[in-house]
């Protein structure tokens, strides 16, 4: 299988090399078959919860440092006593793998500068500065290798604690030096991310690249470096300077588009594009007490069908608490997704857009020789399909995933297909239908020969 899919990921990549995104010399299979990632915000700015002084400061609760104005002093002070105690790192890779997630994108330094490993080259991080005094990142290395999930590692380029790059709360501060942070700071961070104690990195996700000081040529020069340490980790397409037009930047192994699920095809996203959309559970990536705004796992499980279906991943956000935990809605959440994934997972790891795109009744992926109808509206007695891609002569089988041995009756007039689907719909939010083809499914039926049956 996994051969099978590196050569239809080359082979799409190669019909649609252009302007906006080039596939780079990074193999993305891994990154590709997964199609289902979770991202782990948590820091510092989880103890606040979004309050600061008894009061709510609005907005992403990890922007509490900024948006609170809250001081360095007094941010280091917090940082101190940091100490989640019921943190469990088997948990938490249980729980992605639980939920038919294969990567884990953890937060090992967010723009607050505070770090989750035991970094050489600062003191401001989780062995030297807080109450725990453990590595974040060795843990959540060793679940992760576990409970057989990649790990990927979100660095922030902004900081807002390094003297020479944190001018919004050193005001007056003139001795500052950005190549100086690169090259005595960034980089030696990086080097230690990726110097193999925690494993091979699947991913670095770079973040924060629009401050000012930040430029294209530095955006180059970290890749490069990052690929010169660990060519195999894929690094997404936010160091350059303005990533913000999808697909518009020129540094980066995929492309991120934020909050949103992008329309395909378009000018800007086409078949083969390797990309990925990031959400949050709720409104807020860090946890926040005042943020109640959850999306139904009906919402999250359509939107990673979505992806799917144009070729993309999701990477869902879980903002732990400070001590360790996530919200009882976040496991929730991530049960009833994992529900659904235990069922239906096939139709989506591994899968590739179709290029049938959005029907009236939902989405379908692609595996090898197999077309994944999602149905979200699902018909009294017969879902209608049209081939027109691939050759209805070529159907060995078409069955339901909640029940597949056994066969669903179809009909053939042309193209089109009429499947006899059971009744009730196996699940209310998606029931996936399998058609099985033959092999060379897509062969075009010779101009003669009776499609009728
Ligand atoms: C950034 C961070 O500032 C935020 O705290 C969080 O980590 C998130 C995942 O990434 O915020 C962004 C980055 C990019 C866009 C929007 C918010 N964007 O491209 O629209």
Known sequence: MAVVLFIQVTGLSAQVAKDHYKPTDTSTEWFEEARFGMFVHWGIYSMYGA??????????????????????????????????????????????????????????????????????????DVIDHAAYGKDIIKALHLAAEKYGIKLALYYSILDWHHPDVSYHFRKGKTDVDFDRYIEEYMKPQLAELLSGQYGEVGMLWFDGGWENWWTFDRGRNIYNFVKSISPNTIVNDRLDKDHSKLGGSEIGDYITPEQNIPAMPTSTLKPGDVWETVLTMNNSWGYSKADHNWKSPRELIRSLIEVASRGGNLTLN??????????????????????????????????????????????LTVKDDTKYLHVFEWPRDELNIRLDHWNPRKIKRIYALANPNKSLDFKRTGVEVRIKVPQPMPDPIASVIAIEFGPDPKAKPTSNQNLDQ
């Open 51 to 124: 309050y600061y002084e008894g009061k709510h400061v609005p907005g992403i609760a990890e922007w509490i440092m900024k948006r609170g104005n809250i001081p360095i002093d007094v941010y280091e002070a917090q940082a101190e006593k940091f100490d989640p105690v019921k943190f469990e790192a088997e948990l938490w890779a249980k729980a992605a793998r639980d939920a038919g997630m294969k990567y884990l994108l953890i937060t090992t330094k967010h723009h607050d500068g505070f770090c989750l490993w035991d970094s050489k080259v600062s003191d401001y």
């Open 318 to 363: 879980v903002g732990p608490k400070p001590d360790g935990t996530f919200t009882s809605e976040t496991t929730d959440i991530l049960n009833a997704i994992g529900k659904w994934m235990k069922v239906n997972g096939e139709a989506i790891h591994g899968t590739t857009h179709s290029e049938l795109g959005v029907m009236p009744w939902g989405r």
